[in-house]
């Protein structure tokens, strides 16, 4: 009777893992020049906004107004997160990133500059609940340049986004 049960735990745990790893996907988006990988859920929507001098992307949860972005560009007022009544919580600070952290009217924020693309990544509008889960969002973030070889082709190189 014992072996049974732990091949039935066994079989349950695995079918578990699979269940809940499948309940993100992994995107690819192409930010101008650049090549940004990250893993959401599958219930987010996304919403692209290009215009003249560059790109605004969404990620939203319809269910809980939460929202991640993506932004390249220029002619923006920075930083991109309403910063009324808001109180600055976290600053980090290291050799790839710049990230503030912080509260406004019982919400969260994280606003994300990566230095060296000048990617602007990020969560708005989050409950304290969720954050755990916009970090690991935004700590998937991958970021490519894009280049081309001798043929002209495009070639990525994924390097990690240095939280």
């Not at 578990?16 to 599958?42: A, G, H, M, Q």
């Not at 215009?51 to 923006?76: A, H, N, R």
């Not at 609940?129 to 894009?146: G, L, M, Q, R, T």
């Amino acid at each position: 009777m014992g072996k049974s049960k732990i091949i039935i735990s066994f079989f349950l745990l695995w079918f578990s893992f699979i269940y809940c790893s499948s309940k993100s996907i992994r995107k690819e988006i192409l930010l101008l020049d650049y090549t940004i990988y990250i893993k959401v859920p599958k219930d987010f929507h996304l919403l692209e906004s290009p215009y003249e001098e560059g790109i605004y992307i969404l990620f939203f949860s319809p269910s809980s107004g939460s929202f991640i972005f993506l932004f390249k560009g220029g002619l923006v007022k920075l930083p991109l997160v309403n910063r009324n009544n808001s109180e600055i919580i976290q600053t980090k600070k290291s050799r790839r990133s710049y990230s503030e952290f912080g509260k406004r009217d019982s919400v969260y924020f994280r606003e994300t500059l990566f230095i060296g693309s000048e990617i602007r990544a990020g969560y708005d509008h989050v409950y304290s609940a969720d954050i755990p889960k916009f970090e690991k969002i935004v700590k998937s973030i991958k970021i490519c340049k894009n280049k081309r070889n001798k043929d002209h082709e495009l070639r990525c190189r994924i390097r990690p986004s240095g939280q």
